[in-house]
């Protein structure tokens, strides 16, 4: 006797070469048991790290100058606060008094050591000469007159300072200096 049913037969497609494969990547996994992930991460060597730290400390050490507390320059006690190094012409302290240079940088030292604010002019001396600033205007108050009195003897020091006056009041009087400084460019903002 035959039993029929009361539904259709379905086809079964035949087997495509996909699923070959794929039978028979599971039938040879079988048994295997996937790896535990491994947190660990081997240290790369970043050589540029120290080239960087390199850099950065010989920047450092062009940056720097040494400013002598002993060192005492010449600057008149009468009248404003201001020198002229002997081989520039005097009318480029009579444009600083003026007011004829404008500061590109202005440091404020308010609040520094005497040992903070020779760190920090040395930066900015050299950041000026490197980016071809010829004026810069220093902020040392008046206060109890520390570094007012400090300030003319580290700027005479320095080899790029050309001149220097007390600066005029929109730039701070007398607690505040404009400074005129050297640099190498031929085509100098002002000359």
């Known amino acids: 006797m035959k039993f029929k049913s009361k539904f259709p037969r379905i086809e079964t497609p035949p087997p495509s070469p996909e699923s070959d494969d794929m039978a028979l990547f599971q039938q040879e996994m079988k048994g295997i048991a996937p790896l535990k992930q491994d947190t660990y991460v081997a240290p790369v060597s970043r ?13 450092q050490a062009q940056a720097s100058f040494e400013f002598s507390d002993a060192f005492e320059g010449f600057v008149p006690p009468e009248g404003a606060l201001r020198y002229c190094r ?13 007011g004829d240079y404008l500061p590109d940088y ?18 900015l001396l050299h950041t000026a000469w490197q980016e071809h600033i010829d004026c810069v205007c220093i902020v040392h108050g008046v206060g109890s007159g520390v570094l007012k009195q400090a300030l003319p003897h580290y700027l005479i020091q320095h ?4 001149a220097f006056h007390q600066a005029p009041l929109e730039y701070g009087g007398q607690g505040a200096l404009l400074v005129l400084l050297e640099i190498e460019s031929p085509f100098s903002k002002k000359r």
Do not use: S
């Open 47 to 59: 050589p540029e790290i120290k080239i960087r730290r390199q850099q950065k400390t010989t920047r």
């Open 86 to 98: 002997q081989d520039v012409p005097g009318y480029e302290l009579k444009q600083l008094r003026r």
């Open 106 to 123: 202005i440091l404020d030292l308010h609040g520094m050591t005497r040992a903070q604010a020779k760190h920090e002019l040395g930066a």
């Open 159 to 162: 080899p790029r300072v050309m």
